[in-house]
């Protein structure tokens, strides 16, 4: 009340002391288990990828943010360093150093900024530099090596790569999990190979679960996806256990925990109501298996995020949040 009136400022009238940066911290903390790991397993060579994965997100987003935008700088919110850490980790850690600096700048320059920066971008910025480097350098993209102390072989297809190849030669899963000694619990702690980021499952549900307790995004998504893969796995399986793999394989190889609980949750990308967040959840985990059993590419994470990224504005329509106050 000034000098008798009554002065009403726009919306939001309740604050949080949440800002995006401090979301966005929460974020990189949350990932510095599985970044240690990668960085323990891999050594300087996925040093080199990481540095120049988020060096080269961050010097792209100012420089597009105050040249070609003309606005102040946003590098601040620490979104660009996220998007770094999750393209490095998408990433075999035998990827040059230019092939990373063109991922990011498909990330920033294409995916994120051409929308008009953060909040705006309707693809998953890393995922779509990832896609990008996966269709245009196939071969430093599929090259793949194991975590060193694990097996002793240096480099060879991921599991599902094997799995794949194996049933193509005539063999069955049994077959192929015996002669290439994969077991659950090394899939639990040390991946037998893959992106960087696929390299310790623990490491990244330990950063999930501290998302969730900091209450940074809600568990919804995530348990979706799980759940699909695995009720979908668990029927085929079922059916014909010597032609598909089961729900355990499928959880714990290729990208699934570093995309369900990274990726797909993404604030940006992802639907905001509850029941809109289920079905974005089950509809990544049935295009994942769908195309991990009968495409091609022997991983559909990435490409099952980004289809259901362009669904997210019809889900937001059908599943609209509850109004504040009823």
Known sequence: MIMGKMIISPSPHIHSKDSTRSLMLDVVIALLPAVIVSFVFYGWREILVMGVSVGSCVILEYAITRYLLHKNSTIGDLSAVVTGILLALNLPYTTPWWVVFIGAVVAMGIA????????????????VGRVFLLVSFPTYMTTWGAPQGVVDAVSGPTPLGAVQEGLMQGSSV???????????????????GGSAGEACALAL??????????????????LSIFGTVA?????????????????????????????????????VTSPM???GGVI??????????????????????????????SFVPLINMAFKQKKFGR
């Open 174 to 192: 049994q077959e192929i999990m015996a002669a290439n000694g994969y077991d659950y619990a090394t899939m639990l702690y040390a991946n037998l």
């Open 112 to 127: 994120k900024m051409t929308f008009g920066g953060l909040g705006q971008n309707i693809w998953n910025p890393a995922l």
């Open 273 to 275: 109501s509850v029941w």
């Open 231 to 267: 009720l979908t796995a668990l029927i085929f399986w079922g059916v014909d256990p010597s032609r598909f793999t089961g729900p355990v394989f499928n959880l714990l190889t290729g990208g699934l925990v570093l995309g369900a609980c990274f990726m797909a949750t993404d604030y």
């Open 205 to 222: 549900l330990a950063g999930f679960i501290y998302l969730c307790v900091r209450k940074v995004i809600k568990p919804w998504i995530t």
């Open 280 to 309: 974005f959840g089950v509809g990544i985990g049935l295009l994942t298996m769908m195309i991990r059993y009968f495409g091609s590419y022997p991983e559909g994470v990435s490409f099952a995020i980004l289809i259901m990224n």
